[in-house]
C-alpha cells in the first residue's frame, strides 16, 4: 500500500498522532473552529476517517470572543494504562506584547465514544503543551514558554511534572532547552528510548522555514544535545518541493515494527505561494541509526509526496460526506461552526423535514455569535452548492452560501429583501483584509421565486458564483473573485505587518439577521465535489 501525502487534506495541522493496539489516532489542531480538535483513526496509515471530536461542550472550550486564528493550538493525544490524555491551548488573544494562553487538560477512556471529561485548567505560561508518560509512572508536562520581554517571544521549553492524584502541576518548573539556530522554538514533545529522552520540537516558524528539531538527553531535566543532522525533516532547502512547510512533528513505532512521524505542511498553488488548504498532515517513514538518532528513511530532511506502507490490512473507509439531504437524525461530524457549539436555539434539523434551519444572528466579521455551518476545502478545485429559502423582510437579513477564512476574508453570495424597492434581491460581498465591497454593479431580482439555489465553483485560485431559479439551469454571477485571498499566506503578509492566520479556507451556509429577530433559513441540501 501507498500512502499519499498529504494523508489529511485541508486544514489538519499540529498533528499529534499514537498507535494503541493495532489503531492509530491522529489529533489535530482547530483553532477557532468548534468543535475543538479534530481526531482522525487508520487501521493501516493509509486510509484515514474523521472519528470524532474530543471538545464538544462549551464547559471543555468557550471560545466566544476570541479573535481570529486564536482557540485550540495544538493539541497533544497520548495514551497510558487504559486512558487517553489530551492536552491542549485555548488561546485568547494575539496581537500586543503579551499572549493569554490557558492550557487545559481532558480524559477518557474509550476514544471510539468520545466521551472526554470535564477540563482540568495547568497553565497559561504558553502554548503548544505536552505530557510524556515516563516509565515509573510519573508523568512530564512540558511547553514552548512565552517571553514578553523585548519582543522575544519565544522563551524556550519548559518542564514540570503532573500530579494525576492532586490534579495539577507540581514541583520545580524549569526551562530545558533554549532551542537551536533555527529559532522560534515550540511544540516539544518527549519520548524514551534506549536510556535516551529525545525532545522532538517544531522551530523556524510555522511558514517555509518551517522544521522538525531534536535533541537528547540522559536525564529529562537535560542538559539536550541536538542532532547531528539537525533538522531532521524540512522543506526550507527546497523552494520547489511539492510538499511546503513540513514541522510540527511527533513519533510512533507501527505494527510493522517501523517509525513513522506525523507533521504538517503546506501546498502552494506557486511557488513558495498561497496555501489555500491550510496546513495539512503528512507522514514519513522515519529509522533509528547506529548512533541512536532518529533519522528519515528518504536520506534526506525532505518529505516525500508518497510512502510504501507494509505490514498492515488495508482498511477503507466510507467516503466522507459529499451531498448532504439533511434527511439524518444528526449533522455529520465533517460540520464545523465558529467558536461557540451548534446547538438547536441556531442550527437544527427538527424544524423541517429534510431541511436544515438555520436562525440569523451576527455579522460574518463576528467573533460571538454567528450562525454559520462549514466544511473545510479539501480540494485545489471543487464545487460547492445549496438551496436556500428566506423569508426576508429586511436588507439586514440575508442568507447565503459563503468561502471563508476569517472575520475579514471572506466571499459572501446571500440573499435578501430590499424594502425601499419591496425586492427580493441577490448580491456579493467580498471581504479582504476587512474592506467590503459589493462586485455586482446591481444586485439581481429574484422576486417571486422561493428556492434559489446558490453555487461556487473555484479553480485554484479563481472563485465563480452562480445561482439557479430552476434548479437546473445555473446561471453566473458576478466576476471572478480571488480566492487565494483565503489563505494564511495572503492574511500573515499585510503590507509588512504579521498577522495571525493559522487555518484555512472553508465553504458553508450562512444565516444573519442584525435586526435581532432571528429570522430562520431552511436549507434543502449541501453538496460538496471536489475533483
Not at 93 to 112: A, H, M, Q, R, Y
Not at 258 to 281: D, H, Q, S
Not at 416 to 432: A, P, R, T
Request: net charge negative; hydrophobic share 35%.
Amino acid at each position: 500500500m501507498k500512502a499519499i501525502n498529504p494523508i489529511l487534506t485541508g486544514f489538519n495541522p499540529d498533528p499529534s498522532i499514537i498507535h494503541v493496539n493495532g489503531n492509530y489516532y491522529i489529533a489535530t489542531s482547530t483553532f477557532e473552529w468548534f468543535p475543538g480538535v479534530q481526531i482522525h483513526h487508520s487501521k493501516d496509515l493509509v486510509n484515514w476517517r474523521l472519528l470524532n471530536h474530543a471538545l464538544t461542550r462549551k464547559s471543555q472550550l468557550d471560545m466566544v470572543g476570541n479573535p481570529d486564528s486564536c482557540g485550540v493550538w495544538a493539541p497533544c493525544l497520548t495514551y497510558h494504562s487504559g486512558v487517553y490524555y489530551l492536552i491542549y491551548s485555548n488561546v485568547r488573544s494575539f496581537d500586543g506584547g503579551w499572549k493569554d494562553t490557558p492550557n487545559f487538560l481532558v480524559t477518557c477512556s474509550d476514544i471510539e465514544k468520545g466521551d472526554w471529561s470535564e477540563p482540568i485548567y495547568l497553565n497559561s505560561c504558553g502554548f503548544d503543551a505536552s505530557l510524556f508518560h515516563d516509565a515509573d509512572g510519573r508523568k512530564w508536562y512540558s511547553s514552548m514558554i512565552v517571553d514578553h520581554r523585548g519582543g522575544k517571544f519565544f522563551g524556550g521549553i519548559i518542564l514540570q511534572e503532573y500530579d494525576t492524584v492532586q490534579q495539577k502541576l507540581v514541583g520545580p518548573r524549569k526551562n530545558i532547552f533554549s532551542g537551536t539556530a533555527l529559532g522560534i522554538t515550540e511544540a516539544p514533545h518527549i519520548y524514551y528510548r534506549n536510556g535516551y529522552y529525545y525532545l522532538i520540537t517544531a522551530e523556524g516558524g510555522t511558514e517555509y522555514n518551517h522544521a522538525v528539531s531534536m535533541a537528547r538527553s540522559k536525564d529529562i531535566w537535560g542538559p539536550y544535545e541536538v542532532h547531528p543532522q539537525n533538522p531532521i525533516i524540512s522543506s526550507r532547502y527546497n523552494a520547489d518541493a511539492y510538499l511546503q512547510k513540513a514541522g510540527h512533528a511527533s513519533i510512533i513505532e507501527a505494527n510493522n515494527g517501523k517509525w513513522y512521524a506525523a507533521f504538517l505542511v503546506g501546498r502552494p498553488l506557486t511557488k513558495l505561494g498561497r496555501c489555500t488548504l491550510g496546513r495539512e498532515t503528512a507522514l514519513a517513514e522515519m529509522e533509528w541509526s547506529s548512533d541512536d538518532w532518529l533519522y528519515q528513511v528518504a536520506g534526506s530532511c525532505e518529505p516525500l509526496m508518497e510512502l510504501d506502507i507494509t505490514g498492515h490490512q488495508e482498511m477503507k473507509w466510507p467516503e466522507n460526506l459529499a451531498f448532504d439531504h439533511f434527511d439524518a437524525p444528526v449533522l455529520s461530524p465533517h460540520y464545523n461552526a465558529l467558536r461557540i457549539p451548534i446547538t438547536v436555539d441556531w442550527c437544527t434539523l427538527n424544524e423541517r423535514k429534510s431541511h436544515l434551519r438555520l436562525y440569523g444572528r451576527e455579522s460574518l466579521n463576528s467573533f460571538h455569535y454567528q450562525s454559520l455551518l462549514a466544511r473545510r476545502v479539501q480540494h485545489f478545485n471543487f464545487e460547492a452548492s445549496t438551496i436556500v429559502e428566506l423569508a426576508s423582510e429586511s436588507f439586514q437579513q440575508m442568507a447565503g452560501l459563503v468561502c471563508y477564512y476569517n472575520t475579514v476574508h471572506y466571499h459572501y453570495l446571500h440573499l435578501s429583501f430590499h424594502e425601499e424597492v419591496n425586492k427580493k434581491m441577490l448580491q456579493i460581498i467580498s471581504c479582504d483584509k476587512g474592506n467590503n465591497s459589493e462586485p455586482l454593479f446591481e444586485p439581481v431580482d429574484i422576486t417571486g421565486y422561493v428556492r434559489i439555489g446558490l453555487k461556487v465553483v473555484v479553480n485554484r485560485a479563481d472563485l465563480q458564483f452562480y445561482y439557479s431559479l430552476d434548479e437546473i439551469e445555473w446561471l453566473k454571477i458576478g466576476p471572478i473573485l480571488d480566492f487565494s485571498i483565503l489563505s494564511d499566506d495572503y492574511i500573515q503578509n499585510d503590507k509588512g505587518k504579521y498577522r495571525p492566520a493559522f487555518t484555512g479556507a472553508f465553504v458553508g451556509i450562512n444565516c444573519i439577521d442584525l435586526t435581532g429577530a432571528h429570522i430562520p433559513a431552511d436549507f434543502d441540501w449541501f453538496k460538496y465535489e471536489g475533483y
